[in-house]
C-alpha cells in the first residue's frame, strides 16, 4: 500500500460534482441513525459535573515488558490504550455508531466506496504539534505492514488511503457491502508520525510513548506497576463526546503474580475496585469486616452484550484433534452439572452458544431466513445443523459420568481408537495424550476433574501453569495442545469474526483464531455476517455461523458469567444512568471528596 503526496489535482472541476451526492457526517452507524444527533452536548450517561482528580489502582495479572500495543513483541502493559485517541470512537448506549473524535466529520458516498475524515484543527499529540492526515496515513501504513498480524487482515478490505490536505484524509474500500468498515477505520488509535521515524517501530520499547489520549505514562517499575496521569489541558476536554467522562486524575496499575495475593491486596485496601471472576471467592472469600461494613460494596450487573463464553479450544493444528467425531467425544467428560453445583456455588450459566445471552445465539432449529442460508450449505456441514438443537452432553450432577462415558467411546471406536491396557490407543499404537497450558493460578479447580474424567477414556492429559510471558509467546507460535479460552463478542459481531474463525488467520503467527479453524463454509458466513444490509438479517447469518461452528465441536463449551461481578471501595460516585452495553467504570466514574475523606476514617476505626 502507498501513500500519496498532498493530493488535489487537475480534476477539481469534477469533484463538486462528486461532493454534491456525498454527506458529511458527524457519525457514522452500520444500520440505521445515530442515537445522537450532531448538536449534542454530551452523552445520557455521564454527569457534566463529575469533579475531576484523585487517584485509582487497579490490579494487573503477571507482568508487562513493553508500553508498545502495536507489535507481536513483548507483554504490553495494562492501559496502553489510554494514552492514544483515535479517528472516531463508539459509545456504551448506541453500539452500531462510531462518533467523531479527532475527526470532526466524515465524508461518505451513498455507495460506502470510500470515506474522507476531516480532521479537527485543535487536534494535537501531548508534545503539541497537531495531528495530521499525513499522521493518520502512516499510521495506517505502518500498523499494516510493521504491527501485530490481525491489522493486516482486519483491514484487509481497505485498498488505498490518500492524504488530500493536511486535514483531510481519504479511504478507498473493495468491499462496498462491508458496512462497518468506515467506522472500524474511525476506530484507528493514531500515532506521531514524527516521533517514530527516530525509532524501531518493530521492537518493544519501555519508553513511555508519545500520544495523543486523556492520560499519558508519568512513571513505570517495569513488570511491577505502571502510572497514567490526566492531561490537564487535553485538546478535546470540552468536546460533547468526552463531557463527564475520564475524570481520574490518575490511574495505576500494580501487578501480581498470583490472583490470590491480588485478592488480599484490594481486601487491604491496595486496590480499590475488581472485577470477580472465581465464584468462590464470591461466594465466601468476601465475608470481611470491610465488607460487613459496607466499606466495600459488591453489585452484579448486566449488559446487553453477548456474554464472554469459556472452553476448552481444540488446537487443530494436531493431529489427534482433527477428527470430529473425537472432539465430540472428549466433550462428554466435561460435566457442568457436577461442577457448578459442587464447585461454583451454582453461579454461572451452561454454555450453548459462541454468543451467549444474546440474540445473537443459535436456538431451536433453524427457520425462516437462517434456515435458507444454511441450505446454500447442505451436505458441506453436519447433518445435525438441520435436524438436531446444539445442546452440551448433560448429566445429573452426581458425578456419574457411566452414560457419557458409553458416548464417548462409541464416537472415539468410530474414529479408530480402541483402549488397549488402560490407554486409548490408534492403529499406529499411539496413545491419546495432550496437554493443556495456563497462565492463571487456581484453573486447576476447573481442569482437573475434566482430566481425571478423561482418564476414563483411557486418555491422559495434563495441566501446566506458565508465566504470563511464556503463555503470550506460545498462543503466538499456537505452541500448545489445548487452551481455556472464547472469543468476547460484540454487541454488533463484524469484521472480527474473520479473525476468530477464518483460514486466512489460521497460519498467521499471533493471529486470533487461536483453534486453527479452516472451513470455507465458516469463511464464507463469517463474510455474511460481515456484510450484513441490516441489523435483522446481522441477527440471522450470526445465528447460522454460531450453528455451523457448535456442531463442528472446536470447542468443549464449559460456562458463562450471567452478570458481571464487582467489587469496589466505597469512594466514588457514578452517574445516574448506566449505559445498555458497558460499566463505564474508567470512562465515566469519579471519586466523591467526601467519600473518600470518610472511608479514611471508617477505615482507621476498623483498625483500631
Known amino acids: 500500500m502507498h501513500l ?20 458529511h457526517l458527524h457519525a457514522i452507524s452500520i444500520h440505521g441513525t445515530p442515537k445522537y444527533g450532531p448538536d449534542f452536548k454530551q452523552l445520557e450517561y455521564v454527569n457534566p459535573d463529575a469533579p475531576k482528580g484523585g487517584e485509582i489502582t487497579l490490579g494487573g495479572f503477571g507482568t508487562f515488558d513493553s508500553l508498545h500495543p502495536f507489535i507481536l513483541r513483548g507483554v504490553p502493559a495494562a492501559g496502553s490504550g489510554l494514552t492514544y485517541d483515535s479517528l472516531m470512537t463508539q459509545v ?70 490518500e492524504v488530500v490536505d493536511e486535514r483531510r484524509v481519504k479511504f478507498s474500500f ?46 513505570v517499575d517495569p513488570g511491577r506497576s505502571i502510572r497514567y496521569r490526566r492531561v490537564e489541558d487535553h485538546w478535546a476536554a470540552r468536546l460533547p463526546i468526552n463531557i463527564g467522562r475520564f ?29 470477580e471472576n472465581e465464584s468462590k471467592l464470591w461466594a465466601e472469600g468476601y465475608d470481611v469486616p470491610a465488607v460487613r461494613n459496607g466499606l466495600i460494596k459488591r453489585e452484579e450487573f448486566k449488559t446487553l452484550n453477548p456474554r464472554r463464553p469459556q472452553g476448552f479450544v481444540f488446537n487443530l493444528r494436531r493431529p489427534q484433534f482433527q477428527d470430529r467425531r473425537v472432539r465430540q467425544a472428549l466433550g462428554y467428560a466435561f460435566d457442568f452439572e457436577w461442577m457448578n453445583k459442587s464447585l461454583f456455588f451454582g453461579q454461572y450459566a451452561k454454555l450453548a452458544s459462541y454468543f451467549p445471552s444474546s440474540e445473537f445465539a443459535a436456538t431451536g432449529l433453524p427457520q425462516g431466513e437462517e434456515l435458507a442460508i444454511l441450505e446454500r450449505y447442505r451436505g458441506r456441514v453436519p447433518d445435525e445443523v438441520f435436524t438436531k438443537e446444539y ?54 479447580r476447573v481442569v482437573l476433574p475434566f482430566t481425571k474424567n478423561l482418564e476414563r477414556l483411557g ?12 503463555y503470550s509467546n506460545r498462543m503466538d507460535n499456537f505452541d500448545f495442545d489445548m487452551v481455556l479460552g472464547g472469543a468476547q463478542q460484540r454487541a454488533s459481531p463484524g469484521n472480527e469474526q474473520r479473525e476468530y474463525w477464518g483460514s486466512a488467520s489460521a497460519d498467521t503467527r499471533g493471529g486470533v483464531n487461536i483453534g486453527g479453524i479452516k472451513d470455507p463454509v465458516i469463511d464464507e458466513l463469517a463474510e455474511l455476517v460481515i456484510n450484513a444490509p441490516n441489523r435483522d438479517t446481522l441477527v440471522q447469518r450470526t445465528r447460522a455461523l454460531d450453528r455451523v461452528l457448535l456442531w463442528g465441536y472446536y470447542m468443549i463449551p464449559q460456562f458463562y458469567e450471567p452478570a458481571t461481578r464487582i467489587a469496589y471501595w466505597d469512594k466514588f460516585g457514578r452517574p445516574a444512568v448506566t449505559p445498555k452495553y458497558t460499566l463505564g467504570f474508567t470512562d465515566t466514574w469519579w471519586i466523591d471528596p467526601a467519600k473518600a475523606a470518610n472511608l479514611d476514617q471508617r477505615k482507621t476505626s476498623i483498625r483500631n
Open 4 to 23: 500519496l503526496a498532498l493530493a488535489l489535482t487537475a480534476s477539481l472541476a469534477i469533484v463538486p460534482a462528486a461532493w454534491a451526492q456525498t454527506q
Open 92 to 161: 456504551g448506549d448506541d453500539p452500531d455508531t462510531d462518533y467523531g473524535v479527532i475527526a470532526e466529520s466524515v465524508e461518505v458516498p451513498a455507495d460506502r466506496s470510500w470515506a474522507t475524515f476531516k480532521l479537527r484543527s485543535e487536534a494535537r499529540f501531548h508534545d503539541g504539534r497537531p495531528i495530521t492526515a499525513a499522521d493518520v496515513a502512516w499510521t495506517f501504513e505502518t500498523l499494516t505492514t510493521k504491527g501485530a498480524p490481525v491489522y493486516r487482515s482486519y483491514y484487509g478490505d481497505v485498498s488505498k488511503v
Open 174 to 219: 473493495k468491499n462496498l457491502d462491508n458496512r462497518e468498515l468506515i467506522g472500524n477505520v474511525g476506530n484507528l488509535r493514531i500515532l506521531p508520525r514524527h516521533y517514530w521515524q527516530e525509532r524501531d517501530f518493530e521492537k518493544p520499547t519501555l519508553e513511555p510513548p508519545l500520544g495523543s489520549g486523556h492520560y499519558r505514562v508519568e512513571a
Open 247 to 275: 475524570n481520574f486524575g490518575g490511574i495505576r496499575y500494580e501487578y501480581y503474580r498470583d490472583t490470590a495475593v491480588s485478592f488480599e491486596a484490594f481486601k487491604a485496601g491496595a486496590i480499590d475496585f475488581r472485577t
Open 391 to 444: 445442546m452440551p452432553p448433560t448429566t445429573d450432577g452426581s458425578g456419574n459420568l457411566r452414560d457419557n462415558v458409553r458416548h464417548a467411546l462409541r464416537l472415539l471406536g468410530e474414529a479408530g481408537w480402541q483402549i488397549k491396557g488402560g490407554k486409548l490407543t490408534n492403529a499406529k499404537g499411539e496413545t491419546f495424550q495432550f496437554e493443556i497450558i495456563s497462565a492463571q493460578a487456581g484453573i486447576d
Open 459 to 470: 486418555i491422559t492429559a495434563s495441566l501446566r501453569i506458565i508465566d504470563t510471558a511464556q
